[in-house]
T-cell receptor, first 114, second 113 residues
Framework: AQSVTQLGSHVSVSEGALVLLRCNYSSSVPPYLFWYVQYPNQGLQLLLKYTTGATLVKGINGFEAEFKKSETSFHLTKPSAHMSDAAEYFC????????????FGRGTQLTVWP | DAGVTQSPTHLIKTRGQQVTLRCSPKSGHDTVSWYQQALGQGPQFIFQ???????QRGNFPDRFSGHQFPNYSSELNVNALLLGDSALYLCASSLGTGGQPQHFGDGTRLSIL
């Protein structure tokens, strides 16, 4: 079975501070992992993805995530938060490359204080 | 390059009614997936359509049905609406059923009174 756990439903940081959003997954086969961002009243926008290869993945808007198989984690980081980063972030897993269904975590709301 | 478009953006229905939501995939995409996002939750997979057939289905009752047209657009139909069907319904498109990431529309907000 596939599942995704996002630790912390709300994270608050000051502008310029490090952003760390946690995601742990369970998967019966090698996973494909994704981070999406959702701004108010909008759909989901892909930030980055891990399929195979390099375990440190760089995405848009300065975000990156590292796939750690031993820890079954795919945490999202950004060195310096910006006010425009305030949004809801979702981690998602897909079972390999043959099936398109995404399993999402419950999301983490990121607040950035000036 | 048009992204995924969904209509309508908002919809209000009463219990027992039926509703149809529509989705046009991103240009060049041939696969459409539907998700339900309840308030404060992550999206839940409803089903996926490819080559006009339902290829995968999540844990949703038969009241939820869909269709894909030859131009790859898709409809989601929900019958006998319940209060619990109130949610944001998201459509996602991709090229093929595996490997490529899904691109999401802005969703249809469905409210059941």
């Amino acid at each position: 079975a596939q599942s995704v756990t996002q630790l912390g439903s709300h994270v608050s940081v000051s502008e310029g501070a490090l952003v760390l959003l946690r995601c742990n997954y369970s998967s019966s086969v090698p996973p494909y992992l994704f981070w999406y961002v959702q701004y108010p009243n909008q759909g989901l926008q892909l930030l980055l993805k891990y399929t195979t290869g390099a375990t440190l993945v760089k995405g848009i808007n300065g975000f990156e995530a590292e796939f750690k198989k031993s820890e079954t984690s795919f945490h999202l980081t950004k060195p310096s938060a910006h006010m425009s980063d305030a949004a809801e972030y979702f981690c998602a897993v897909r079972r390999g490359s043959t099936l398109g269904r995404l399993y999402f975590g419950r999301g983490t709301q990121l607040t950035v204080w000036p | 390059d048009a992204g995924v478009t969904q209509s309508p953006t908002h919809l209000i229905k009463t219990r027992g009614q039926q509703v149809t939501l529509r989705c046009s995939p991103k240009s060049g995409h041939d696969t459409v997936s539907w998700y339900q996002q309840a308030l404060g939750q992550g999206p839940q997979f409803i089903f996926q359509y490819y080559e006009e057939e339902e290829r995968q289905r999540g844990n949703f009752p038969d009241r939820f049905s869909g269709h894909q047209f030859p131009n790859y657009s898709s409809e989601l139909n929900v019958n006998a609406l319940l209060l619990g069907d109130s949610a944001l319904y998201l459509c996602a498109s991709s090229l093929g059923t595996g490997g490529q990431p899904q691109h999401f529309g802005d969703g249809t907000r469905l409210s059941i009174l």
